[in-house]
């Protein structure tokens, strides 16, 4: 289609956006869940709603080594929290959120991955996930995590003198010891090393030997297997371990604290505050009921931590960040509207997250506001670190040959709204393909380049006549795609025909985007861990996992600081003078270690 449309906010209990790529049939969703006792309202612009003052002469100076308390939300959609959506329909389900929100800055445009691990691989490396060899397999899965020759933040604000504290989901790896967060800048952690586990008693059905299921439990504590205490419902333990760590925590160094939550993702584990919900919103179907009761216990806990903050003497100098790692699940299909997608996909409803940051260290100009400006989760390495004293960049890893960090210091563009005259590195673009994707798909300040094949995976949304992706499902052909996401967040229709017209105003910043993608494939990257099916792998996690007593963890002894072919051979036989394992090739490795 190659004509401009402009598309307003999709009022979020009326209709899905359509992708005008090669049909506008604009399909019908069902509706909402609003409160009945509210007027339905559009999902905030990704321009933002509240105008800014104009930024003061003199920046405010960033605050000196605050507290940082990161709230880290699994699947929450932009559409799923008050602060996006006014018209949600169990409002108290996000109300200490919403709170926050409103006290701090908006983000309107903060990006992630399309799933869980890239995301995490993102955030804790500071590098696109492209670059970190991440995909998203679970505990047992040979070679996933992040290499051990990249620094991570927590490493970095373990550096600065900070006290650094993991609670919930890691999903980064847990081949070997070394992979486990307490030996990757974690001063304590507790929960769960994969993506999913049960919310009561913490296991995971994975693949042993022979092929044959075995379910056993996800759940450590520091070093070390934890079996204990696993009858209470999983937010509750973290929110236990949470107040613990805040009330013991000397004053005397600064706090990083983790809340990495499995809520709201899948296993479907009734909450203990679903019944309440329930008893108020009877109307609500079970599915709804199971969503609003998860993020309630997610509300519950941030308003119990901001209250042992306060009671601990620790609020005055705290920041609050809080984040989704991807767009929301396609079985809610208002789960992210106006935006077209869901998790899985790179349609901005998959990649686009819900995000704050908020806590007395705001500036007073820029409490109560929205910004547009563009923040990848991987930019919280540049701003942690900035904000700590430290260095953002990794001499270690780039010394090895890695891939430098690819994060930017984000908090200046976030207090005064990307103004160029107090933020000169403003982020221009995020590129948001990852290995796994096979595609290239890059964001800028306005415009969206996909080239390659792209799923939609949405029930609302149909792909081009007799596109598949390489699982059957619908998806759209581009070569390019260009959407207008000021225009169009819905990413309603195609307007690569405009690259033909000399007038078009978005000429410079596609060739910037262009220019992002060529600058990336022109330079030696790291291979994504091998997705394939390796029994020997498994076998041996599984026997690992017997000998902890029946829970996941490292099964390997040791494993290279990088994952491409040439760089772990060279590791092996330069550094170890050991041999490398010949089922390894040029594609990447299938597993990473080092033969005596």
């Not at 899905?16 to 999902?43: E, H, S």
């Not at 018209?87 to 919403?98: G, H, T």
């Not at 994504?528 to 020997?536: D, Q, V, Y």
Request: charged share 20%; glycine share 8%; net charge positive.
């Amino acid at each position: 289609n190659a004509t401009t449309t402009t598309a307003s906010p999709v009022p979020v209990n009326t209709t899905a956006p359509t992708n005008g790529t090669t049909n506008d049939t604009t399909a019908t969703a069902p509706p909402v869940p609003v409160n009945d006792t509210t007027t339905t309202a559009a999902l905030a612009s990704t321009n933002g709603t509240t105008a800014r003052p104009t930024p003061t002469p003199t920046p405010t100076p960033p605050p000196h080594k605050p507290n940082i308390v990161y709230f880290l939300v699994d699947d929450l959609g932009m559409a799923q929290v008050g602060f996006n959506n006014p018209s949600l329909a169990v409002p108290e389900a996000s109300k200490i959120i919403d709170q926050l929100a409103h006290q701090g800055v908006i983000l309107d445009r903060f990006y992630s991955h399309h799933v869980c691990g890239p995301s995490r691989a993102s955030l804790f490396s500071g590098r696109h996930a492209i670059d970190v060899s991440m995909n998203n397999g679970p505990v047992n899965t040979p070679n996933s995590g992040i290499p051990l020759g990249l620094t991570l933040f927590p490493e970095k604000l373990q550096a600065a003198g900070y006290k650094t504290h993991l609670l919930g989901k890691w999903h980064c790896g847990s081949m070997t010891r070394a992979h486990l967060p307490i030996n990757r800048g974690f001063t304590s952690s507790y929960g769960l090393l994969g993506g999913s586990a049960t919310f009561r008693g913490s296991t995971r059905t994975l693949t042993g030997c022979q092929s044959k299921k075995i379910d056993y439990v996800d759940l450590w504590r520091n070093d070390r297997p934890d079996k204990q205490d696993r009858k209470d419902y999983a937010t509750l333990r973290y929110q236990r371990e949470a107040l613990r760590i805040i009330q013991t925590h000397q004053p005397s160094n600064p706090l990083f604290l983790m809340v990495s939550f499995q809520n709201v993702h899948a296993p479907f584990d009734r909450a203990p505050t679903q019944a309440s919900i329930y008893a108020q919103h009877p109307w609500l179907n079970k599915n709804d009921a199971i969503f609003f009761g998860k993020l309630k216990m997610v509300d519950n806990l941030i308003g119990k931590v901001v209250a042992a903050l306060k009671q601990a003497s620790l609020w005055e100098n705290t920041l609050i960040v809080f984040s989704s790692d991807n767009g929301g699940v396609d079985f809610r299909p208002w789960a992210n509207l106006p935006l077209s997608g869901f998790k899985g996909t790179m349609l901005e409803g998959g990649v686009r997250a819900a995000a704050f940051v908020s806590g007395p260290v705001i500036p007073a100009h820029a409490v109560g506001t929205r910004t547009s400006t563009l923040v990848h989760i991987s930019d919280w390495y540049a701003t942690f670190s900035t904000l700590a004293d430290m260095p953002p960049d990794d001499d270690r890893a780039v010394g090895l040959g890695l891939p430098p960090t690819s994060s930017f210091d984000a908090w200046s563009g976030i207090i005064n709204d990307g103004d160029a005259a107090t933020n000169a590195t403003t982020r221009k673009a995020v590129l948001l393909r990852t290995q796994h994707f096979g595609k290239n798909v890059v964001v800028g300040q306005r415009y969206k380049l996909v080239t390659g094949i792209m799923s939609v995976r949405n029930r609302n949304i149909k792909g081009d006549p007799g596109v598949m992706d390489g699982k059957g499902r619908p998806a759209l052909s581009c070569n390019p795609c260009i959407f207008d996401l000021h225009k169009d967040p819905g990413e309603l229709t195609n307007i690569a025909a405009r690259l033909d017209d000399p007038n078009f105003e978005g000429h410079d910043e596609v060739a910037l985007l262009k220019a992002t993608v060529e600058s990336w494939s022109q330079n030696e990257h790291l291979q994504a861990a091998s997705k394939k099916k390796n029994s020997k792998m498994h076998c041996k996690a599984a026997r690992a996992a017997a000998a902890y007593g029946g829970v996941w963890g490292p099964w390997e002894t040791e494993a290279c600081p990088k994952t491409t072919y040439h760089s772990c051979r060279s590791y092996c036989e330069s550094h170890l003078q050991r041999s490398f394992p010949r089922l390894v090739t040029e594609q990447g490795c299938i597993f990473c270690s080092c033969l005596r």
